[in-house]
């Protein structure tokens, strides 16, 4: 239990000492804190048309099973496509999983990360900013260590924000943690409901 509430207090304060955005999402069996550190909001960093973005995120179910992701993305807008923001980027990935029939497995891979972000132009009658993200995230064997094979996410969200700064999402997610020798790879999937924090 103390090892528990350790993991969540260390997530949460780096999440709030240093994000430019974070966010907190439920379903019946689970619960995950995000957040974003964006170069726009540290000025010594922003030197190009490129933002880049640390992501960072802790997922924990009621499973006894645990996720903690940290990574680096390179952003920018595709050209030929209004309102499109397009990253790439890695992600430093590792999961215990207690009740997947081989107890207390420990997986690490570093998938490649590609996200795509869709933000609806402005409409009529003050109706509050929309937008769309997906993301999908994919590490080979070359890319997972010790017993882990391979690793697989993907997410979609759609957001709006309802009053400023201050933001609603709906999301799903499908995140898959193969090991060796163990059959059952899906670690997590189901949809998720939250809000999210930005400055």
Known sequence: MFKKISLVTFCMSTLLLAES????????????????????????FQ????????DVNFLYDDENAKLIGAGLL??????????VEASFGAKFIWAEVG???????????????????YNFPPLMYNIPPVSLDS??????????FGDSTEYSEFRVNAEVEVIKNVSLY???RNIKTEYKGVTNSLFNTGFYG????TY
């Open 21 to 44: 955005g974070i966010g907190i999402n439920i379903n019946e069996k689970d619960l995950e804190i995000d957040g974003v550190l964006d170069s726009r909001n540290l000025e010594a």
């Open 47 to 54: 030197t190009s048309s490129t933002i880049f973005q640390a």
């Open 74 to 83: 390179a952003t920018n807008k595709v050209e030929a496509l209004e309102g």
């Open 99 to 117: 009740n997947n029939g081989a107890t207390n497995n420990s997986f690490t891979a570093v998938p490649f990360m590609v996200k795509v972000r």
């Open 135 to 144: 993301r999908v995230l994919y590490a080979p064997k070359v890319l997972a």
């Open 170 to 172: 709906a999301g799903y």
């Open 194 to 197: 939250g809000f999210k924090f």
